[in-house]
């Protein structure tokens, strides 16, 4: 599913979040520079909008590592990175999040955009972030939520349960490519839950930030 939306990928992105995922992305990114890593894995980089920034925005000679396990997304991710001219300091692996292909406490940072739902058990996926992170490394996350506020809340799963879905086949000529999205926002933990979910994986001072009106929340953390 997610090679055959690749293409559009993008687009639907930025019609689905009205751009304010462009801001969201940003904010993960400062979250992350801000501890000025050498090496860095982007968990679900799809077409590498993280990893690309990174690269674009980090200090010379920093690695920026891009993980996902779609082809077709990872082929995107590998033509901006040329267009960019970024890949001496970009690169994308294609892997699994349960087993990324890098040596314990390699990396400085950990980064992961609006993968989680996707996943089947999430202790396992922090689990293996931690293993790869240095002690006192820095753990960025960035995911869709459900909202607190019962008003907002029904307002979002109009739109979401009825727009989101016929955008995504008229954009991504896919029939059921987004049918998924507003049940996986429904049945996914609260912010609270998966900040406990991280603690529990070997993180300390974990902290949600929550954005685009309570429907996304950035979770940091720092590698005991």
Not at 29 to 40: C, T
Not at 145 to 160: C, E, K, S
Request: charged share 20%; aromatic share 8%.
């Amino acid at each position: 599913m997610f090679d055959a939306i690749a293409p559009r990928y993008d687009l639907l992105n930025f019609l689905m979040s009205f751009g304010m995922h462009l801001g969201w992305r940003r904010r993960a990114v400062r979250e992350v520079l801000a501890v000025k890593p050498r090496v860095v894995l982007d968990v679900g980089t799809g077409t590498g909008d993280l990893a690309l920034a990174l690269a674009r925005d980090g200090d010379a000679g920093a690695e920026i590592v891009g993980l996902d396990f779609a082809g077709g997304m990872l082929g995107i991710a590998r033509r901006r990175a040329a267009e960019a001219r970024a890949g001496q300091s970009a690169r994308f692996v294609l892997g699994d999040a349960f087993r990324p292909p890098l040596a314990d406490a390699s990396v400085d940072a950990v980064i992961s955009g609006f993968l989680l739902r996707n996943v089947d058990g999430l202790p396992e996926v922090f689990a293996a972030m931690a293993r790869v992170l240095r002690p006192g490394g820095r753990l960025v996350i960035l995911e869709m939520t459900p909202m607190r506020q019962p008003l907002l809340r029904a307002l979002f799963r109009l739109y979401f349960n009825r727009w989101v879905p016929l955008l995504g086949r008229l954009v991504s000529r896919h029939a059921s490519a987004y049918s998924w999205l507003p049940q996986s926002v429904d049945e996914f933990v609260s912010a609270e839950a998966l900040a406990a979910v991280i603690a529990a994986a070997g993180f300390a001072d974990v902290r949600v930030h929550r954005l685009g009106l309570g429907s996304v929340a950035l979770h940091t953390a720092t590698r005991v």
